[in-house]
């Protein structure tokens, strides 16, 4: 008997700090920080005001209230009023830097003070397993694309489309006879990826600053883009943390004729490929961004010496990266970019640590 699927246990070893968002930034009403970071129920709590505190906020959203600005009025009022363990929605640990920038930056007409968490389910931050998914994919496009010449070559002016269905062998003619992806025909159909929710203390609100090459003095400078943003623990910033998720791959779906994946994908999709492809990808890219971003520069020893602490870091592995920050490099079709078009920046946490690095482990597959 044929087997229907297979279900694998995959480890996670986060070698530098990763984030993943849903798109939304919290303002500094949404939350308060103080020993640590409490996202707030700021509503619940307004409902709850009376007496003295609820005329004051009350002359804080109307016009006679004239002393300071409205809003830096507003931030102090909900800082220094709210009663964190009682309505606190979330909590998460946060560095000195956040700290000393929120108490520089609070009371300031012109700070916006936006933060960007990661993304949660039930209040829990977890890694959807279809950012995973992603980043498996664009390592076996790249794979593929090796030995097809014809995406390679090709002057198509929807490159990126044909050359993903081109790969996958999922192109149709529409009905004025041009090549169209058909989802129909996406070998990925059959790869399902659970996802991966993060332990207790898993995360930080950090500063990450980004920084350029100087092309005339050779130094690696800050840009002036700053950002606070909630990232994973990881080996290089000292705490070190795992998880673990499971990717399903169909045999069924990659088989059946009425499916209509090319059957190519029967034998080149399993875990082993997959992670090798992976590791061979996710390893070119760090070679190529320490290339365009830290060759013939100046004061980056301490950014070098965290590269090559990544590379140690997934020996006995596959290296793996995906997330806010990973750069172009690390998620495009690598022989159809343009020559020298990326690398020119990166964000760094604390200023050494590029973002979005992951060691892979395979622990064990069940036939079902």
Known sequence: MSRRSETYRIKADILTPLHIGDGTDLEPLDYVISDRFYKVKLGEWLSTLQGEKLAEFKRLTTREYKKTS????????????????????????????VKESYEARSESETSKLTVSPFTRTNSIPFIPGSSIKGAFRTAYLNRLCKTNERVRRSGHKKRADFAEGELLRALVKDKDGKDIFSIDKDPFRAVKIRDAILPEGATVFTETVNHRRNGRTGFIEPTGIKTITEVTHSVLTGEELSIEFEMII?????????????RMHKKRMNIHSMLEACNSFYSEALNEEMERFLNNTRNTD???????????????GYLFRLGWGSGLISMTLRELRVANKYGKSKHLV???????????????????
């Open 250 to 262: 169909d045999h069924k779906v990659l088989s059946e004729a009425r499916s209509g994946i090319d």
């Open 70 to 97: 409205i809003l830096v009025a507003l931030r102090r009022f909900v800082r220094e009023g709210i009663d964190t363990a009682r309505f606190a929605e979330w909590v998460a640990e946060v560095d000195d830097s």
């Open 302 to 316: 301490r950014i070098k010496e965290a590269y090559r602490r990544v590379i140690n870091g997934a020996s006995g």
């Open 350 to 368: 604390n200023g050494i640590c590029p973002m979005g690095f992951v060691k892979l482990t395979h622990i064990n597959g069940n036939d079902v």
